[in-house]
């Protein structure tokens, strides 16, 4: 029997057609990096904690470079570990990455890609030049109707190399990316590189996060293990960019995260299937998407899956992630990342993941955002109330209002919204009376944060003096009394339609602005 031709488009579909975003080429290398780092710290090439991956960015010179001091790869192996395709001798559910596809990404975005290695012990560096753009154009000509295999372009566009070397205990990996695409010289972007790290790369807490000794100290507990390794981008360490200060779209501070609650999902048969941490805050709503940290994150080897929204259609609110802070550890060897790693394929322990997590995310965490949500919104009403009877007050000593049906009307505004005040407290105490524990923290925070006001109208009648006097309050049009008794009516008159006619905050700014030029 013949053997299987496999075009040359196959190639475009692990290359150009695999991703939708140029910067997962920087979790296909590192993610193939931190196996390799892992590997040497069983070989005893590395002790635990010395791997470190190395990335260089040169705008300038559009270069991108990606090291490791793991294994290295043998220079008897190289040619057939980097020439072959999908013939990855990784494992699923030891190693982080084990289709054997990854280093193809680069392919995508550049000119040239250039692999590097040497393994300890040998004197010899291996090297692998890859015509990026060569591969593109004879892609681009198969797509024309010119017929071309997989294996005709990949050693058209392969050229192996080996040099010497004295340096024998040298032992590393480097991938560098040639001459970056014009139009992709977002990854060449030092801040949106960072970023992206900080939140899809295997790297620990940033000290900032206050509960990430809470966060170690319960996986310790559970026997669970949160891969971390050290990565460095132009010199800096990378982070996990949590933090506890959630900030408005201003860039203010308008709530913060107080603690951590965990979730841990066990098999049928008591082995962890995953767990989590969720940050509790006010929840006084969905957090502003300046907030990087937003959002539950699912990772897989501490690697993130996806984006920000995930695990989103497991919430029977689409808003409802985007409460939360938190990050979901898939543990179960079963939960396989796809090639394009933004998911888990579809197989039983997905099902089982996604049907334990909607049953925690719409009873218990719907019922913290929504009940946590509503206590906030009720608090805003009776503060709403407090303002408006300070305000009215205000007004009745400065003698604001035009006369006493312009006061009635603003009165009237405050007992209305009073009334939306007793009807928010009540609600308050209705979601504190069934409360369970976890939300009871939240409420106690909000509590703190907000301490409930007690709700009464102290204004006092159109006859009394605010100052103590049996005598009514001053008017506005006493302001003008240069003027003559039948050109204060007149004025009077027109203050009358103005507040009649319009809303209290432009009738006070009209009013306001014609006294001024009466003045």
């Given amino acids: 029997m013949a053997d299987y031709v496999f075009g040359a488009n196959i190639i475009e579909n692990l290359t150009t057609g695999m991703y939708q975003d140029s910067k997962v080429i920087y979790r296909e290398y590192i993610q193939n990096a931190c196996d390799q780092i892992d590997k040497a710290v069983k070989v005893d090439i590395l002790r635990p904690g010395e791997g470190k991956i190395e990335i260089w960015l040169d705008y300038d010179k559009r270069t991108i ?11 008897t192996a190289f040619e057939q570990t980097l020439g072959n395709i999908a013939d990855s001798d990784k494992k699923i559910g030891e190693d982080k990455g084990f289709r054997g596809i990854g280093r193809l990404c680069g392919l995508a975005y ?4 250039v692999f590097t290695s040497s393994a300890k012990g040998e004197d010899i560096i291996s090297i692998l030049y890859c015509d990026a753009l060569k591969m593109r154009q004879m892609l681009e000509e198969s797509g024309r109707g010119k017929k071309l295999t997989a294996n005709e372009v990949l050693h058209a566009i392969n050229k192996f190399e080996r040099r010497k070397t004295d340096d ?5 990996f480097k991938v560098e990316l040639i001459d970056i695409n014009l139009e ?5 972007d030092f801040k949106q590189i960072k970023d992206y790290l900080s939140f899809v790369a295997p790297v620990p807490y940033q000290n900032s996060f ?22 460095t981008l132009n010199g800096e360490q990378i982070f996990k960019k949590y933090t506890t200060i959630l900030k408005d779209t201003s860039g203010k501070k308008y709530d913060d995260v107080f603690g951590v609650q965990f979730k841990d999902i066990y098999s049928p048969d008591g082995d962890l299937f995953a767990w989590m941490w969720v940050g509790l805050s006010m929840f006084q709503k969905a957090i502003p998407k300046i907030n990087q940290m937003r ?12 984006g920000e929204d995930s695990l989103q259609k497991l919430f029977k609110e689409d808003r409802g992630n985007s409460y939360f802070v938190g990050e979901v550890f898939a543990v179960d060897k079963d939960l396989i990342p796809n090639s394009q790693r933004d998911y888990f394929n579809e197989n039983p322990a997905r099902a089982e993941f996604e049907r334990e997590l909607r049953k925690y995310f719409n009873e218990e965490l719907h019922k913290i955002y929504y009940d946590g949500s509503a ?7 009776i503060e709403s109330y407090e303002k408006k009877e300070a305000e009215f007050k205000e007004k009745e000593t400065a003698g604001v209002f035009v006369d006493d049906d312009h006061r009635e009307r603003e009165l009237k505004a405050v007992l209305e919204t009073k009334q939306e005040a007793k009807t928010a407290q009540e609600k308050i105490e209705r979601v504190k009376g069934k409360a369970d524990d976890l939300m009871q ?15 009464t109208v102290t204004v006092p009648p159109v006859s009394a003096d605010p100052l103590g006097r049996n005598a009514k309050p001053p008017r506005r049009i006493d302001r003008l009394s240069q003027y003559s008794k039948n050109e204060r009516k007149l004025i009077l008159k027109i203050f009358r339609i103005i507040v009649s006619a319009t809303d209290s905050k432009t009738a006070e700014y009209i009013v306001s602005k014609i006294e001024e030029g009466l003045q």
Avoid: W
Wanted: charged fraction near 30%.
């Fill in 65 to 75: 470079s990606i090291e490791d001091n793991a294994t290295g790869i043998s220079a």
């Fill in 110 to 113: 550049c000119r040239g890609l």
């Fill in 168 to 172: 024998i205990d040298s032992h590393f």
């Fill in 184 to 188: 992709n010289k977002d990854l060449l």
């Fill in 210 to 231: 206050l509960y990430r000794s809470e966060v170690y100290k319960h996986a310790k507990d559970i026997g669970a293990h949160i891969d971390e390794y050290t990565i």
């Fill in 295 to 306: 959002g539950l994150r699912l990772r897989k080897e501490n690697i993130q899956i996806g």
């Fill in 375 to 381: 206590i906030n919104s009720a608090y805003k009403k």
């Fill in 441 to 455: 923290k939240v409420i106690s925070r909000i509590e703190i944060e907000r301490p409930m006001p007690v709700i």
